[in-house]
């Protein structure tokens, strides 16, 4: 797979998403999960998809269980507490693996073009991966560091 913008995945209503439809946007790519201590960033994420909007930034939420069950409803509670707790709009995907032989095979992509503090592997909730309109990844973020953070590196790629 030469970019993001090669794969598929599964939306929080079941469909299958081309990744391809977001071809030369860039895209903020980041695995979620509802009870972690980084779950408010969601509201951070959400001012970032509406403030780019306009100039084609795509984030887009993977929810994950692997991190001490942080994740632990389905896509219908997932979609549920995301609306009504944050108000999300931005695309929502169904639950995957970000880690391990299960993993979802964008998340493997994304791990082996940026490796993070723990090398190839994903260390928490709210890893975020930012992709530039050619669907190369240019940055990865530790979970620590909040979505309002990203504004200059989104700046360089808008």
């Known amino acids: 797979?030469?970019?993001a913008y090669d794969f598929t995945a599964t939306d929080?209503?079941?469909?299958?998403?081309?990744?391809a439809e977001f071809r030369g946007r860039p895209l903020l790519i980041v695995n979620t999960a509802s009870k972690c201590g980084f779950t408010?960033?969601?509201?951070?994420?959400?001012?970032l998809s509406k403030t780019y909007a306009d100039s084609g930034l795509v984030v887009l939420g993977?929810?994950?269980?692997?991190?001490?069950?942080?994740?632990?409803?389905?896509?219908a509670e997932i979609k549920s507490f995301c609306s009504l707790t944050y108000d999300v709009s931005f695309p929502m995907f169904a639950k995957v693996d970000v880690n391990g032989s299960d993993a979802h095979p964008l998340f493997a992509w994304l791990?082996?073009?940026?490796?993070?503090?723990?090398?190839?592997r994903i260390k928490w909730n709210f890893t975020k991966f930012l992709v530039n309109r050619d669907g190369q990844v240019v940055d990865r973020f530790a979970p620590t560091v909040k979505p309002e953070k990203l504004t200059g590196?989104?700046?360089k790629l808008i």
């Open 62 to 75: 993977f929810p994950c269980d692997q991190f001490t069950h942080q994740e632990p409803g389905d896509e």
């Open 153 to 155: 590196d989104i700046d």
């Open 111 to 120: 791990r082996e073009q940026k490796s993070g503090v723990l090398g190839n």
């Open 40 to 47: 408010p960033q969601y509201k951070g994420l959400e001012e």
């Open 1 to 3: 797979m030469a970019s």
């Open 12 to 19: 929080i209503d079941g469909n299958t998403v081309d990744l």
